[in-house]
T-cell receptor, first 119, second 112 residues
C-alpha cells in the first residue's frame, strides 16, 4: 500500500537559517507525484511544490526546493532563509495511481511536521 | 480570482441534526473531492467526483453523502452527524487527474 511518512512531529529553526523537513514514501508504482503543502494556523492548505517521479531535476519554487532521492524514496523539503511567516504545519503528499491520479485523483498525506521559526 | 469556496467555515451542531457543507469552484475543474483532517492522521479522502453525476467513495465515506449535479458544486452531506465526525473538512478540485489540487479554506465542524 502507498504510504507517506513524516518522522518529525515538530521542529525549530532560527530565522534566516535553512531547514529540511523529512518525507519518505512507499509505492510500487514506477510513476507517481509528490507534493508539499503548508498549513498555517489559519487552517488553509497552501500548495508549495511538486515533483514528478520522472523529473530529472529537483523541483524548486523560490525559497522552497525538493531534495528528491528516488533510490531512497525520500522527498525532503528544504526551506532556505527561514522567515517568521514560515511557521506552520507542513504536509508531504503523494498522488495515488502514479503521476496520473486515476479515477480518484487522491492524495495520500503524511501526518505533518510543525515548524516553528524563532527570531 | 480562481478559488474553491466552502461554507460554513465554522459550525457547531448536535448529534443527529442533518447538515450540509457546500463547496463551489470557479475554475471549471472536472475533479472534486472531500477530505477530513484529524490530528495525527493527516488528511484522508472521503468522497470524490470525476465529473457531473459521477461520484464514488474514498477511504472514509461512512456517515457522509455527496452529490454532483453541477460541475462547479460538490456539497458534503452529513445526514445524522455524530461526535466522531468532529473534524476539519477540506474540499479540493483540479482540472485533471494530473493537475495540482486546489483546496478550499476548510470547514471546522464540531458535533456535540
Amino acid at each position: 500500500a502507498q504510504k507517506i511518512t513524516q518522522t518529525q512531529p515538530g521542529m525549530f529553526v532560527q530565522e534566516k537559517e535553512a531547514v529540511t523537513l523529512d518525507c519518505t514514501y512507499d509505492t510500487s508504482d514506477p510513476s507517481y507525484g509528490l507534493f508539499w503543502y503548508k498549513q498555517p494556523s489559519s487552517g488553509e492548505m497552501i500548495f508549495l511544490i511538486y515533483q514528478g517521479s520522472y523529473d530529472q531535476q529537483n523541483a524548486t519554487e523560490g525559497r522552497y526546493s525538493l531534495n528528491f532521492q528516488k533510490a531512497r524514496k525520500s522527498a525532503n523539503l528544504v526551506i532556505s532563509a527561514s522567515q517568521l511567516g514560515d511557521s506552520a504545519m507542513y504536509f508531504c503528499a503523494m498522488r495515488e495511481g502514479g503521476s496520473y491520479g486515476g479515477a480518484t485523483n487522491k492524495l495520500i498525506f503524511g501526518t505533518g511536521t510543525l515548524l516553528a521559526v524563532q527570531p | 480570482e480562481a478559488q474553491v469556496t466552502q461554507n460554513p467555515r465554522y459550525l457547531i451542531t448536535v448529534t443527529g441534526k442533518k447538515l450540509t457543507v457546500t463547496c463551489s469552484q470557479n475554475m471549471n475543474h472536472e475533479y472534486m473531492s472531500w477530505y477530513r483532517q484529524d490530528p495525527g492522521l493527516g488528511l484522508r479522502q472521503i468522497y470524490y467526483s470525476m465529473n457531473v453525476e459521477v461520484t464514488d467513495k474514498g477511504d472514509v465515506p461512512e456517515g457522509y453523502k455527496v452529490s454532483r449535479k453541477e460541475k462547479r458544486n460538490f456539497p458534503l452531506i452529513l445526514e445524522s452527524p455524530s461526535p466522531n465526525q468532529t473534524s476539519l473538512y477540506f474540499c479540493a478540485s483540479s482540472f485533471s487527474n494530473t493537475g495540482e489540487l486546489f483546496f478550499g479554506e476548510g470547514s471546522r465542524l464540531t458535533v456535540l
